[in-house]
């Protein structure tokens, strides 16, 4: 059964940081591509940052210099750390991974950066 589960996310200020992780199981994690994205009510579901099974990173203009994505295939997992958070990062981040037609979502996790 394919899973993925993100965790991490919560309520920070503005400045802060969050590091968010997705554990994944049921298909072979170090082939697919791991992606972030996020959605806010009432918009697109937007691709935040990609990591390749080669270890490649694509950002987002929004989030270069603050995000970075990491991926440890040995215990099948991806990281997002987010750095000098803002109140427009303020999102449902999910997990996404992709292999060839295969396509996989986690359940998502809320990020609300408030003061």
């Known amino acids: 059964q394919v899973q993925l589960v993100e965790s991490g996310g919560g309520l920070v200020q503005p400045g802060g940081s969050l590091r968010l992780s997705c554990a994944a199981s049921?298909?072979?994690?170090?082939?697919?591509?791991m992606n972030w994205y996020r959605q806010v009510p009432g918009k697109e579901r937007e691709l935040v940052a990609r990591?390749?099974?080669?270890?490649?990173?694509t950002y987002a203009d929004s989030v270069k210099g603050r995000f970075t994505i990491s991926r440890d295939n040995a215990k099948n997992a991806v990281y997002l750390q987010m750095n000098s958070l803002k109140p427009e990062d303020t999102a449902v981040y999910y997990c996404?991974?992709?292999?060839?037609?295969?396509?996989?979502w986690g359940q998502g996790t809320q990020v609300t950066v408030s003061s």
């Open positions: 996404n991974a992709i292999w060839r037609l295969m396509i996989h």
């Open positions: 049921g298909f072979t994690f170090s082939s697919y591509v």
């Open positions: 990591i390749t099974s080669g270890g490649v990173t």
